[in-house]
């Protein structure tokens, strides 16, 4: 599998913007898919972007679609998210994942996953 380590997460009014990062290591990291999800306290993780292998497909849930954008730089071994126009609402702790195979929304099908790293939107 291959380790990832989420940062850039931090305290934002509303309206601001955060970009997140997400560094791989031990495997090939052009090999894989990877998404972004973030979870709500008490709730299940939500899908928020994913980005295919050579980076040319990207989707993102209906709740960010034109505010985020997912990137990746496979020379670096790194995925971002660039989130602007913040919400309270998106206030949650985001996690990259990382899989084979075909890009999905469902948290189960991702083999590999980050510690994840605290945003909040402050009203």
């Known amino acids: 599998q291959v380790q990832l380590v989420e940062s850039g997460g931090g305290l934002v009014q509303a309206g601001g913007s955060l970009r997140l990062s997400c560094t791989a290591s031990?495997?090939?990291?052009?090999?894989?898919?990877m998404g972004w999800f973030r979870q709500f306290p008490g709730k299940e993780r939500e899908f928020v972007a994913a980005?295919?292998?050579?980076?040319?497909?990207?989707y993102y849930a209906d709740s960010v679609k034109g505010r985020f954008t997912i990137s990746r730089d496979n020379a670096k071994n790194a995925l971002y998210l660039q989130m602007n126009s913040l919400k309270p609402e998106d206030t949650a702790l985001y996690y990259c994942?990382?899989?084979?195979?075909?890009?999905?929304?469902?948290?189960?099908?991702?083999?590999?996953w980050g510690q994840g790293t605290q945003v909040t939107v402050s009203s």
């Open positions: 994942a990382a899989k084979f195979d075909l890009t999905s929304y469902r948290a189960a099908d991702y083999d590999s």
């Open positions: 031990g495997r090939t990291f052009s090999n894989y898919v």
């Open positions: 980005i295919s292998w050579r980076g040319r497909s990207t």
